[in-house]
Each structure stands twice: as structure tokens, then as C-alpha cells.
């Protein structure tokens, strides 16, 4: 099952790549993508260690990371939330 997974993975990868070079798409969206993703762990990495949220540490893992990527601050608060209510 493992080769299985692997080959579809394998020829995706493969087919996103030959239409990323087909279509000569512009790189700058992937720059935008990088700088998003920096600026939401950078700023739960200053959220975890300034102390703004008084006994709050919120996990920097990929979950977290996305949450704050997509949704922005009302995912930092969203996540604040979660983590009040499971402590």
C-alpha cells in the first residue's frame, strides 16, 4: 500500500510541475505564500514569549501555523479560545 501512495505521489508532483512550467506562471505568488507563512509563525512565536496572553502557550505546529495563516487574528483568537477551553 505504501508503493501505492508513493507512486501517486510521485506522478502529482511530477503533473503539478510540468503545468507550473507549462503555464510560465509567475513565482511572486509563491514569495507572497513564503512571507504569509513566516509572518503567522513569527507573530505566535511573539504571542508564546512576550506574555501578552498570561499563561497561554500556544503550540507552533503546522495546525496552529495554517490557523493563523488563513483565518489571521480572529485565528489567533480562535486558538485562544480552544486553549482556554481545554486547560
Not at 8 to 14: E, F, K, P, R, T
Not at 40 to 54: D, E, M, P
Not at 58 to 80: R, S
Amino acid at each position: 500500500m505504501k508503493t501505492v501512495w508513493a507512486a501517486m505521489l510521485i506522478g502529482s508532483s511530477a503533473l503539478l510541475i510540468w503545468i507550473l512550467i507549462r503555464n510560465k506562471m509567475p513565482f511572486s505568488w509563491l514569495k507572497g505564500f513564503a512571507l504569509h507563512l513566516i509572518a503567522a509563525a513569527g507573530v505566535l512565536y511573539v504571542l508564546n514569549y512576550s506574555g501578552w496572553i498570561a499563561d497561554m502557550y500556544i503550540p507552533l505546529n503546522p495546525i496552529t501555523i495554517g490557523t493563523v495563516f488563513v483565518l489571521g487574528v480572529p485565528g489567533i483568537a480562535l486558538l485562544t479560545g480552544l486553549q482556554m477551553t481545554v486547560m
